[in-house]
């Protein structure tokens, strides 16, 4: 009889012990990576829906196709690291804890979304959760990262910064700027290379000469070329370079490998790219390869779909019931500035340095 694995639900990251084993994956953790590769699926293709039905403003941006990296690298992370995920990287938040429904809220503008509607609905991050929101700036967010790993390496806090970028990205200066400076500095930087091989309708060709993962080497730090589409690879990768940036070792660009199936945005038929690479690439799908995977070890993988289904479902009906955000309200996002999540020890720590420091002066 098969068994039906259950996963940590979302509200809870794995734990520090998870990700510092260098051990083989638990099956439990195997299963995981499943069920939140199809969380992120569907509470995209959920949003993709209400776009549709007129509930979600501006544009529509998904990853189908690229969720095993942005699930496999947070899954490494400790919640005591941060992340800058791009818009697109809904792995990201729903691993480190941010509830369906508040992500179908955010894209509708509702006060319950994780900005509570006070912004763009696509560029959000939850500070509780460690996760700083994108700007649309390509490029940018690396130099932010590059800001929190200096401050934990300063304060001497052990935490690393996984920060996502796209292939076009790589030829914006300031991800050379922040390569440059994280290897010179050995930061706790994981520069999460997302490369889908176009930038809208670019193919790579007329990107680069050189492919960015060959880059790293300039700046004195280590590149790993990953599948992008096998979470348990991106998973791997993710975590030796989060134990290299935690043992002072500094950086590592993990160079991702993937192609989305989807357009740039709701509006974008992707003609661009060729049918038969399309097809190539559809025949990798990083849910599908995980569920034969664990279909192989007797996993009740229908079952672990099936209850993503009613969750996404219920997360839906709760959003829907979330009201617009007030007009007289200030901007309570900003105002406060909650410890984020996985952070009691460092604070304890902090604070007893910051005593040793007054006790010597
Ligand atoms: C500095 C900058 N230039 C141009 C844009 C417009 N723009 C938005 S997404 C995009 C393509 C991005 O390609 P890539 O970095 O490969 O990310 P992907 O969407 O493929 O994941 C462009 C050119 C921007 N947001 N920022
Ligand atoms: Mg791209």
Redesign the pocket.
């Known amino acids: 009889m098969a068994r039906t694995r259950t996963a940590p639900p979302p509200s809870a990251p794995p734990s520090d012990a998870s990700s510092e084993q260098a051990a083989p994956l638990a099956l439990e953790d195997r299963v995981a990576l499943l069920r939140f590769m199809h969380l992120h699926r569907a509470v995209e293709s959920r949003g993709h829906v209400l776009y549709r039905q007129g509930q979600v403003p501006g544009s529509y941006y998904d990853s189908h196709g690229q969720e095993a990296i942005p699930v496999g690298v947070a899954y490494a992370l400790s919640p005591r690291d941060r992340a800058t995920p ?1 818009h ?1 990287d809904m792995g990201v938040h729903l691993v480190r804890g941010t509830e369906p429904a508040r992500i179908l809220g955010q894209y509708m503008g509702r006060a319950g979304g994780v900005t509570e509607g006070r912004d763009a609905n696509l560029h959000f991050g939850d500070p509780r959760r460690g996760c700083v929101g994108m700007v ?4 940018d967010m690396a130099c932010v990262a590059l800001g929190i790993a200096t401050a934990a390496k300063l304060r001497g806090e052990p935490r690393c910064v996984a920060t996502f ?5 790589t030829s ?1 200066g300031d991800i050379h700027e922040a390569m440059n400076w994280a290897g010179l500095h050995r930061l706790p930087v994981l520069f999460v290379l ?1 490369d ?1 091989q ?3 309708s670019t193919p790579a060709a007329e990107q680069f000469a050189v492919h960015p993962s060959r880059r790293a080497e300039g700046y004195g730090f280590p590149a790993v070329d990953v599948d992008g589409n096998d979470v348990e690879a991106v998973f791997a990768a993710a975590r030796d370079a989060r134990r290299r940036a935690l043992a002072g070792e500094g950086p590592t660009l993990l160079s991702c490998r993937t192609l ?1 199936m989807h357009g ?1 945005g709701a509006h974008d038929d992707m003609s661009y790219v060729p049918p038969a690479m399309l097809e190539e690439w559809a025949g990798r799908d990083p849910i599908a390869r995980q569920e034969e995977r664990l279909r192989a070890l007797d996993v009740d993988v229908e079952a672990v779909a099936a209850e993503v289904r009613e969750t996404i479902d219920a997360a839906t009906q709760e959003a829907l019931a979330m009201p617009m955000p007030s007009p007289e309200t200030p901007l309570p996002a900003f105002a406060e500035a909650p410890a984020p999540l996985g952070d009691d020890a460092a604070v304890a720590w902090i604070g007893a340095l910051a005593d040793l420091e007054r006790g010597d002066a």
């Open positions: 791009l697109r649309s700036a390509l490029g970028f796209g292939d076009g990205a914006r997302e889908n176009f930038a809208y989305r740039h």
